[in-house]
């Protein structure tokens, strides 16, 4: 006989557990709705817990974030699942979805888990770090990064050579190769997409020699540099391990460029690069921080001052659009470039370059929907279909959108996005009981 799915019964499903997705649950959970938070990685906290300090305030993006994600954690009425991803939502009819969730084995107790890091130590195996976006490696048996949310061990299956050295030395014994994948049937009545987004591959830009200069990084790979999780403890390049003290910026990689699909403004690259060159300064005062750009997009409040300041700092903001990037046998950069005002192309020598990357659409979660469409807008963000007067709604009454899933926005307006998701879905849960 086929063994039957363990059914939970929620009220809203939110998919996605970064600052929009937390951000509406932590919300309806308040009000007393139940909640599931589903969450494909081993933590929650989206790319903003990974983050540096934030624009336009330089608050620190972990003090900012590790409060709220523990507020999330404790709250009795949100059920968080990571490793977990939704594999169909149905519509069943007003207010009533089942959706299938499927949660991949971790292969250490979470409750258990003392966060030691023995497991890491005895590991015998090193990965690139998808945490630290491939600066220094982690082990097979590791704690994704030291403000991950369960702070708990997960093993790397696919990498891990079964040696059972992990176990040998963990102290509570919590690690358990027997775990296996399962299947959950919800039953929700309203379901919140916070997705959010994915970053340009600069691969898909030959000719700026990322992935063959190993000085030219992006700016996520800038941004663990500079956080407080850092891997180096410092800024170096990652070539020879040099301070460098001549960075450059290329604005726009994979943004407003038809030739590699991506036609749209990301909107966050211009001020994070403006917020990196300021960091930067503070870290390396002797360095030199060189932005090319095309426009500069400071549209927010308190924006334009803050490209001020950093003009007033000492930044060099150059319009110029980036051609090629070529090495010298010391490792520095060349970068030819065509300077926009002067009208003719130039070349400059940085010893690292910052390549800062635009955001792009997380797709998948549109085809997990079983009977009805979630549609898309013409570049794969999620449709808001009343987009001026109900900026949450989607093409499916009762899924509402938060966050970067529906287009390129930064921290404020997620959060905005996700308190306007939990209000919109409180709305449709009342109209039922009205
Ligand atoms: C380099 C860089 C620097 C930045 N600096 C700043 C700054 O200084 N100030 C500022 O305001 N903004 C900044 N931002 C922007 C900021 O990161 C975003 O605004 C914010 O992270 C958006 O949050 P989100 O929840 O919408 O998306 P995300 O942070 O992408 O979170 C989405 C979550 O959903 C999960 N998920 C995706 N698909 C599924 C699925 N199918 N099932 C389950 N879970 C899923 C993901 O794993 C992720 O945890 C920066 C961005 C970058 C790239
Ligand atoms: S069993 Fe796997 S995770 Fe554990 S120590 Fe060996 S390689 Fe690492
Ligand atoms: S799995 Fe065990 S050894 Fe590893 S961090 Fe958790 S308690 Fe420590």
């Known amino acids: 006989m086929q063994e039957q799915m363990k059914t939970w019964e929620y009220d809203v499903l939110v998919v996605g557990g970064g600052i929009a997705g937390g951000e509406s649950a932590l919300n309806l959970a308040k009000l007393g709705y139940k909640v599931l938070l589903v969450e494909k990685e081993p933590s929650i906290g989206g790319k903003m817990i990974l983050l540096s300090k934030v624009f336009p305030t330089l608050d ?78 982690r082990k097979a048996a590791y704690i ?10 997960v093993i790397d299956i696919e ?22 994948e ?18 340009f591959d600069p691969l898909k830009i030959p000719r700026y020699g990322y992935g ?36 450059a910026y290329v604005l726009c990689t994979g943004s407003r460029d038809k030739s590699v699909g991506n036609p749209i403004c990301s909107q966050i ?40 300041q950093a003009q007033d700092m000492g930044v060099e903001f150059i319009k ?6 070529t090495e010298k046998e010391n490792g520095n950069l060349v970068l030819r470039y065509e300077d926009i005002e002067a009208g003719v192309v130039k070349e400059a020598e940085h010893d690292m370059v910052v390549l800062s990357v635009g955001v792009l659409p997380h797709q998948g979660i549109s085809d997990v929907f079983d009977n009805q469409k979630l549609e898309l807008d013409p570049f ?22 938060a966050g970067t899933a529906s287009g390129p926005m930064d921290i404020p307006d997620s959060i905005l996005s996700g308190g306007a998701a939990s209000a919109e879905t409180t709305s449709y849960l009342r109209r039922a009981t009205l």
Do not use: W
């Open 60 to 137: 620190c993006a972990a003090c900012i974030t590790t409060p709220k994600v523990s507020e999330i954690a404790r709250n009795s009425n949100i059920t968080i699942f990571t490793g977990a991803e939704a594999k169909k939502i149905t519509k069943k009819g007003e207010r009533q979805f089942e959706a299938i969730i499927l949660k991949k084995p971790r292969y250490v107790d979470v409750e258990a888990c003392t966060g030691c890091q023995l497991c890491e130590e005895a590991c015998p195996v090193s990965v690139s770090d998808e945490y630290q976006y491939g600066l220094v490696g």
């Open 144 to 153: 994704p990064f030291n403000i991950a949310s369960p702070r708990a061990a």
């Open 159 to 180: 990498n891990c050579i079964l040696c059972g050295a992990c176990e040998r030395v963990c102290p509570p014994n919590c690690i358990d190769f027997t775990q296996i």
């Open 182 to 199: 399962e299947e959950f049937l919800v039953k929700i009545k309203s379901v919140v997409v916070a997705t959010g987004f994915d970053l």
């Open 212 to 247: 063959t200069y190993k000085n030219i990084i992006t700016s996520m790979q800038m941004e663990r540099e500079l956080a407080p999780t850092r891997p180096f403890n410092t800024i170096l390049r990652p070539g020879d391990g040099k301070m460098p003290d001549n960075i």
């Open 269 to 308: 690259c211009c001020m994070y690069s403006i917020k990196q060159a300021q960091l930067l300064m503070g870290a390396l005062p002797m360095a030199d921080i060189t932005i090319y750009y095309l426009h500069i997009r400071a549209f927010g409040k308190g924006f334009n001052e803050f490209y001020a």
């Open 320 to 325: 110029g659009k980036a051609g090629k990037i």
């Open 380 to 401: 794969h963000f999620i449709n808001q279909s009343d987009i001026l007067a109900s900026p949450a709604k989607t093409s499916i009454e009762g899924v509402f959108v």
